[in-house]
């Protein structure tokens, strides 16, 4: 599995930062017809991110098209196991992508609503928070 990060940072390591409040944008489907949508807040690795691809591109069986709405650009630093305290901050160990409540994380056009809604149910076994699916219909009626 390929790794998803930048190609290139300003900057190698960053602060944590908080993740705080709703998401405002990339909350409503833009792309596709169907999606499915985080309804809690997270760091998520870039390896669930792309495992939640994979399944969804192999449960279309590369019919329709797939939109990745969110994108891993934030280093997450470790230290080794049984280091003391101090002596700088640790390595890159992890790209990471900040989701918040109500982010589209994954968009499909041009499959049936079963399809997607099976795909979407398998990319969401692979991340870590529970998700909604939502298609543009249902949206249009609210």
């Known amino acids: 599995m390929a790794n ?11 602060q944590k930062g908080r993740n705080r409040g709703n998401a405002t944008v990339c909350n409503a489907l833009a792309f596709g017809d169907f999606g499915i ?7 998520m690795p870039a390896n669930q991110l792309e495992a939640a691809r994979v399944a969804i591109t192999r449960s279309l ?10 994108f891993p650009h ?17 390595n890159v160990e ?3 992508a900040t989701i918040k409540p109500g982010t589209m994380l994954f968009e499909v056009s041009g499959v049936s609503a079963s399809a997607a809604r099976e795909a979407m149910r398998l990319a969401d076994s692979k991340i870590q928070v529970r ?12």
Do not use: D, N
């Open 94 to 96: 992890y790209w990471s």
């Open 61 to 70: 069986k590369r019919k329709g098209k797939v939109w990745m709405r969110v």
């Open 4 to 14: 998803i990060q930048p190609s290139r940072t300003k900057f190698r390591k960053v």
């Open 131 to 142: 998700c909604r699916f939502v298609s543009r219909e249902e949206l249009e009626k609210y």
């Open 74 to 90: 934030i280093p997450v630093t470790k230290k080794p196991a049984e280091v003391r305290m101090g002596s700088g901050k640790g």
């Open 37 to 43: 949508q985080a309804l809690e807040r997270c760091r």
